[in-house]
Nanobody, 120 residues
């Protein structure tokens, strides 16, 4: 069974840094676009960043210049390096990936989410 597992969330002071990781496990034949989304209390889930298999990336305007998404295709892992964190970055961060399990069709997969809290 294919699944995405995030790690790296936590509590950090404003201006601090965190690195999130998301690893895909299971029998995987191919990986397409992978990305990070976040949902703050009382708000809709929003795109944070995506990384395509060709190396291209996309960022929400609110995180440009502060967040960096990267992926290690050999390890089926995507990372989100976050610096200069602000209180408004506080949210549950979820990993998303377009994956093709072995002998199966492409599917859209989500991780369980990891809490990021930016507070003094």
């Amino acid at each position: 069974q294919v699944q995405l597992v995030e790690s790296g969330g936590g509590l950090v002071q404003p201006g601090g840094s965190l690195r999130l990781s998301c690893a895909a496990s299971g029998s995987i034949a191919s990986i397409g676009v992978m990305g990070w989304y976040r949902q703050a209390p009382g708000k809709q889930r929003e795109l944070v960043a995506t990384a395509n298999s060709d190396g291209s990336t996309n960022y929400a305007d609110s995180v440009k210049g502060r967040f960096t998404i990267s992926r290690d295709n050999a390890r089926y892992t995507v990372y989100l390096q976050m610096i200069s964190l602000k209180p408004e970055d506080t949210a549950i961060y979820s990993c998303n990936g377009k994956l093709r399990p072995t002998y199966m069709a492409w599917g859209n997969y989500w991780g369980q989410g990891t809490q990021v809290t930016v507070s003094s």
